[in-house]
């Protein structure tokens, strides 16, 4: 029997060191680990509703408009514009605006599959190498963007 009671003990104190408890009998240590145990319940709640609030803010973030930029080259500009959906005909959207401002394609490459992604270098018609600055290619693209965005809506 002696040894039942060295086993029951030795549970006691492992239960003791693994809770921090200070108690000296059983009933102590219990009280402390049910405590503990709480503490933990506490504890992975707060980290829930952190990561909830964290995959909250995300699903926003990706409801904000597309990513555009616009970068001057040499000759023309390197255009890029992403977005965490497939967006069907919002390529042609895009190019259609292009056409408005006067920019040629001269080399692009687009993914529509599991999300939007375009990158294209445009050339300016010959004659307006003055009038297209990457400000207005860039609103040429962004207002190409709202419009599309319209005319799902609608749909």
Same mark, same amino acid.
């Given at each position: *029997?002696?040894?039942?009671?060295?086993? @029951?003990?030795?549970?006691? =104190?492992?239960?003791?060191?693994?809770?921090?408890?200070?108690? *000296?009998?059983?009933?102590?240590?219990?009280?402390?680990?049910? @405590?503990?145990?709480?503490?933990?319940?506490? @504890?992975?709640?707060?980290?829930?509703?952190?990561?909830?609030t964290?995959?909250?803010?995300?699903?926003?973030?990706?409801? !904000? /408009? *597309?990513? #555009?930029?616009?970068?001057?080259?040499?000759?023309?500009?390197?255009?890029?514009? !992403?977005?965490?959906?497939?967006? /069907?005909?919002?390529l042609?959207?895009?190019?259609?605006?292009?056409?408005?401002?006067?920019?040629?394609?001269?080399d692009?490459?687009?993914?529509?599959? =599991?999300?939007?992604? !375009?990158?294209? #270098?445009?050339g300016?018609?010959?004659?307006?190498? =003055?009038?297209?600055?990457?400000?207005?290619?860039?609103?040429?693209?962004?207002?190409?963007?709202?419009?599309?965005?319209?005319?799902?809506?609608?749909?």
């Open positions: *029997m002696a040894s039942g009671k060295q086993k @029951k003990a030795a549970r006691y =104190d492992k239960l003791r060191d693994v809770t921090n408890s200070t108690g *000296m009998n059983k009933t102590s240590i219990i009280v402390d680990a049910s @405590k503990y145990i709480e503490e933990l319940k506490e @504890k992975v709640e707060r980290l829930n509703q952190e990561v909830g964290s995959q909250a803010s995300a699903t926003s973030q990706n409801q !904000l /408009p *597309m990513q #555009v930029t616009v970068e001057t080259l040499e000759k023309g500009f390197l255009i890029n514009v !992403l977005s965490e959906k497939n967006c /069907p005909g919002l042609v959207s895009i190019l259609e605006a292009f056409e408005e401002v006067g920019l040629d394609v001269l692009a490459r687009v993914s529509c599959e =599991d999300n939007f992604q !375009l990158e294209a #270098v445009g300016e018609y010959q004659g307006d190498a =003055d009038s297209l600055d990457a400000q207005v290619v860039k609103q040429a693209v962004v207002q190409a963007i709202n419009n599309w965005r319209e005319n799902n809506d609608q749909d």
